[in-house]
């Protein structure tokens, strides 16, 4: 987490906006954003959803995501929602006491390969150095250390 003093852009809770976001600093969430957002950081927190396109060097959520997510590194401990895509350099998923939930959605972690060209074979896991083609939620009760299986 960053400093206490570091500069950000709060989006309270209570707070809805809907739109185009862009910031030089960091961006904490406590309210609804649904839009484009980019900035080199966004922190949505329990109270906070964020939809749209994200691009952003380090998401953490601890709140509600949807959309089409780009990160380098991206921290789950909240809920994303259907038809949403995640890539990123690494997911890493914070189970605690906390429950993740996957909507239907699409990971892409890793590096990035060419539009079109996706690995085919192998299994996902929490970090994955290889892409991942689609992932869909876990029924109650399955394992979700395995987080998407890819196309063939």
Known sequence: MAEKDAKRTVIG???????????LCGIAVNGKLKGEV????LTVETSGAVDGRVRVEKLVSLGEVS???EAESIELSGKVGDRTILRAGEIEVKMGETRVTFGNCELQV????AA???K????AQMVRQEPVAVAAAPAVGQNPAVLATPKR
């Open 13 to 23: 809770e209570g707070t809805e906006f809907e739109g185009v976001v862009v910031s």
């Open 38 to 41: 980019t900035a080199p950081s």
């Open 67 to 69: 959309g089409e997510i």
């Open 110 to 113: 890793g590096q990035k390969q």
């Open 116 to 118: 079109g060209q996706v």
């Open 120 to 123: 085919k074979g192998g299994s």
